[in-house]
C-alpha cells in the first residue's frame, strides 16, 4: 500500500510539472486540462500520508512535501477562476438594449442528434448571436429557421468536427472565413453592429487540440490563437473571441493570447463555467470561451442546460461602455511573451 502510494504521488508530481516545461508536444500539453482534478487527487494523497505511518519517516515526509507541493502549483493556475479572486471585467449596473451583445456559443457535438434540444435552449435564452461549432450538413438543415429568425448568417458546415455555423439578429459587415492555419478548419471574422450603431468586430474560433489523434503538437492551435490576438491588438478597436479553443482558460498558451491580444476574461473572480465534459462530471474543465476588449462590462455570464453534446453551452451578455476601457487594466505582454509569440509564428510559417 505504502509504495503505491508513493507511486501515485510520482505520478501526481510529474503531471504538475511537466506543463511547466513549455514545449509544444501532445502529451505535455495535455497536463493543462485536468489541474483541478489534479489537485483533488493530490489532497487525497495527502490525508493518506499524513494519516499514515510512514509520515515519520524521510521518505514519508519527502511525499508529502512532494504532494503539497503540486497542490499549491495547481491551486496557484486555478485560483484566478475562483470566485475568492478579483474580477477581471466589472460587472454593469446598466444594460441599456443599445449597447447590448448577447452570445450564445455551442459545440453541438457533430454526432449528436438532440437539435430540437438545442433550440429550445436558443428560445429560453434568446441571443443577438448564435454561435454553433461542430455542425455537419444535418445540423444546417436543423438550424434553417433560425435564418428567418436572426436575419444574418455566416456558415460553414462540415463533416470533420470543425463546422462552424453563426446566426446574429444584428447587421453583419465584412464576414469572411478564413482557414487560418489548416484546411479544412475554419475561422470567422466579422463586424456586428450593436442597436446603438457602434461597430464591434466577432473573431470566432475553432482550433484543433493537440492530442495523439488530432495534432502532434499544440502549435497550431496555439498560432491559430496568436495570429486573431494580433489582428485584434493591431486595430485596438472594440472586439470580442468566441468558440471552444480546446484550451483551458489557465494555461500558458491562452495567457500568452490575452496577453499579445489585450482582451478580458469575464470567468476570472466569478467562476471556471466548465463547459466539457457535459457526461462525465468529474473530467470537466472551461474549453468554451468569451474574450472581449476593455470597452465591455459583464452584464451577464451563465453556463446553460446540457443538450446532448459533450459540451454546455455559454451565454454571455456584454454592454459596451467606451469609459469602461479607462477602468479595466488589459493583460500586459513582456517582452519574453512577445518572443515568444514570434517565435511560435515563425515556426508555423507565420510573418510577424
Not at 20 to 48: C, H, N, S
Not at 258 to 284: C, E, V, W, Y
Request: glycine share 6%.
Amino acid at each position: 500500500m505504502t509504495l503505491a502510494l508513493y507511486l501515485f504521488v510520482a505520478l501526481l508530481t510529474l503531471a504538475s510539472l511537466l506543463p511547466v516545461w513549455q514545449r509544444e508536444a501532445w502529451w505535455i500539453r495535455v497536463f493543462d486540462f485536468p489541474r483541478v482534478q489534479i489537485m483533488t487527487l493530490g489532497l487525497i494523497a495527502a490525508a493518506l500520508l499524513i494519516t499514515g505511518a510512514e509520515l515519520f519517516t524521510w521518505h514519508g515526509l519527502l511525499a508529502l512535501t512532494a504532494t503539497l507541493a503540486a497542490v499549491a502549483l495547481q491551486g496557484a493556475r486555478i485560483f484566478p477562476y475562483t470566485s475568492l479572486a478579483r474580477v477581471e471585467v466589472r460587472g454593469a449596473r446598466q444594460c441599456p438594449e443599445a449597447t447590448c451583445l448577447a452570445l450564445l456559443v455551442a459545440n453541438v457535438r457533430m454526432e449528436n442528434r438532440q437539435a430540437e434540444r438545442l433550440l429550445a435552449l436558443v428560445h429560453r435564452y434568446p441571443a443577438d448571436v448564435l454561435l454553433l461549432l461542430e455542425p455537419d450538413a444535418w445540423w444546417e438543415r436543423q438550424m434553417q429557421p433560425m435564418e428567418a429568425e436572426y436575419g444574418y448568417a455566416l456558415k460553414r458546415p462540415l463533416d470533420n468536427r470543425y463546422g462552424m455555423l453563426m446566426y446574429s439578429r444584428l447587421p453583419l459587415r465584412q464576414a469572411e472565413v478564413h482557414f487560418l492555419i489548416r484546411e479544412g478548419i475554419p475561422s470567422f471574422h466579422a463586424q456586428v453592429q450593436l442597436r446603438g450603431g457602434t461597430w464591434v468586430w466577432l473573431h470566432a474560433v475553432h482550433p484543433e487540440p493537440p492530442s495523439p489523434t488530432e495534432a502532434d503538437t499544440s502549435l497550431p492551435r496555439d498560432v491559430e490563437l496568436l495570429v486573431v490576438g494580433r489582428a485584434v491588438a493591431q486595430r485596438g478597436e472594440p472586439a470580442v473571441v468566441a468558440g471552444d479553443l480546446n484550451d483551458v482558460a489557465w494555461s500558458y498558451t491562452t495567457t500568452l493570447f490575452q496577453k499579445m491580444s489585450g482582451l478580458l476574461d469575464p470567468r476570472k473572480g466569478r467562476g471556471m463555467f466548465n463547459t466539457f465534459h457535459a457526461k462525465i462530471p468529474f473530467l470537466r474543465w472551461p474549453l468554451d470561451h468569451v474574450f472581449h476588449s476593455r470597452e465591455f462590462l459583464l452584464c451577464e455570464m451563465r453556463r446553460l442546460p446540457a443538450f446532448g453534446s459533450d459540451h454546455f453551452p455559454v451565454f454571455v451578455r456584454l454592454a459596451y461602455q467606451p469609459d469602461a476601457a479607462a477602468l479595466q487594466r488589459a493583460p500586459d505582454a513582456r517582452a519574453e511573451d512577445r518572443e515568444t509569440a514570434q517565435a511560435k509564428m515563425a515556426k508555423a510559417g507565420k510573418k510577424r
